[in-house]
């Protein structure tokens, strides 16, 4: 069965460098998202990316975040800036049509140190 | 404010019991709720609901939704230790497919 796949498993930065999270999402899909977890909380929404661009993003996605699908296969979430409470498993997910079930990969954990 | 609340926060059981797990939601233009199962990793989906009192089963699994009552169930028969997980409900909250999240159930079935 197709999956969502997320490079790196593990990134440790420290704070105020750049990151850059990687995501393959499954091959036919035309809608994909960005949550994070912070350790002991719910999952949040960050972005939403349709048609090469964002269509919706939170609060928490503000001017140190950006995403990009540079080569028609890849899904990156850029952090220009890392700051400590930005440690978090990050998920990335996908899907062919926005009313269908999100499919959803293994994660990135960040820690910032 | 949208929001989407799990109870409950975690549950030990011993292998063979019955579960279930409630999920309620205020959610403007509601459409569909789904569960996930996150073990170590990735969520995994379970459901998706959109219809008021029409059960989906999966094995031992099945789930209802009721949009009077803006909740719904998930029960798991016979439990196993290998349904030791997180369980999540989602509800997108508008057309581009964003979901609301609650905090989750955590199962733990003793052997």
């Known amino acids: 069965e197709p999956e969502v796949t997320q490079t790196p498993s593990h990134q440790v930065t420290q704070m105020g460098q750049e990151v850059i999270l990687r995501c393959v999402p499954i091959?036919?899909?035309?809608?994909f998202y960005w949550y994070r977890q912070i350790l002991g909380q719910k999952v949040e929404f960050l972005v939403s990316?349709?048609?090469?661009?964002?269509?919706?993003k939170s609060e928490i996605f503000d001017d140190q975040f950006s995403v990009e699908r540079p080569d028609g296969s890849n899904f990156t979430l850029k952090i220009r800036s890392t700051k400590l409470e930005d440690s978090a498993m990050y998920f990335c997910?996908?899907?062919?049509?926005?009313?269908?079930?999100?499919?959803f990969g293994d994660g990135t954990r960040l820690s910032i140190l | 404010e949208d929001k989407v609340v799990q109870s409950p926060l975690s549950l030990v059981v011993h292998e063979g019991d019955t579960v279930t797990l409630n999920c309620s939601y205020e959610?403007?233009?509601?459409?569909?709720l789904l569960w996930y199962k996150q073990e170590k990793k990735a969520p995994t989906f379970l459901f998706m609901l959109?219809?008021?009192?029409i059960e989906k089963k999966s094995g031992r699994l099945s789930s209802i939704l009721d949009k009077k009552e803006l909740f719904s169930i998930l029960n798991i028969t016979a439990t196993q230790t290998g349904d030791s997980a997180i369980y999540l409900c989602?509800?997108?909250?508008?057309?581009?497919?964003?979901?609301?999240f609650g905090q989750g159930t955590e199962l733990s079935v003793k052997p």
């Open positions: 997910a996908s899907t062919w049509e926005s009313n269908q079930p999100q499919h």
């Open positions: 091959s036919n899909h035309l809608y």
């Open positions: 990316f349709y048609n090469n661009e964002i269509s919706e």
């Open positions: 959610v403007t233009n509601f459409r569909s």
């Open positions: 959109t219809s008021s009192g």
């Open positions: 989602a509800v997108p909250y508008n057309q581009g497919g964003k979901l609301i």
